[in-house]
Nanobody, 119 residues
Framework: QVQLVESGGGLAQPGGSLRLSCVAS????????MRWHRQAPGKERELVAA????????SYADSVKGRFTISRDNAKNTVYLQMNSVKPEDTAVYYCNAVSVRRPTINYWGQGTQVTVSS
């Protein structure tokens, strides 16, 4: 059974930090690129950060560049999102997403974790 389980969300003050984790099971984690998306109330889902299957390549949305860092540990089947200098506009549900390297493309999604940035 495929599972992506996010954790680490919660309440943070502006300027603070949070670290999200996503533990994968039921598929070959090292054969998948991993992404973090977020969706704020009333807004479309937004791709925040992505990392290649081996972890050698990363990319970020302009809105989080320089503040967020995506990383992965293939030995632990886990992907992380380190969120620093958070802002109220970072408030959203954050979703972990696995995308297969090989075709046909397969996508798996986690259930999401709420991040709220407020003083």
């Amino acid at each position: 059974q495929v599972q992506l389980v996010e954790s680490g969300g919660g309440l943070a003050q502006p300027g603070g930090s949070l670290r999200l984790s996503c533990v994968a099971s039921g598929f070959s984690f090292s054969s998948y690129g991993m992404r973090w998306h977020r969706q704020a109330p009333g807004k479309e889902r937004e791709l925040v950060a992505a990392i290649s299957s081996a972890g050698g390549s990363t990319s970020y949305a302009d809105s989080v560049k320089g503040r967020f860092t995506i990383s992965r540990d293939n030995a632990k089947n886990t992907v992380y999102l380190q969120m620093n200098s958070v802002k109220p506009e970072d408030t959203a549900v954050y979703y972990c997403n696995a995308v297969s390297v090989r075709r046909p493309t397969i996508n798996y999604w986690g259930q999401g974790t709420q991040v709220t940035v407020s003083s």
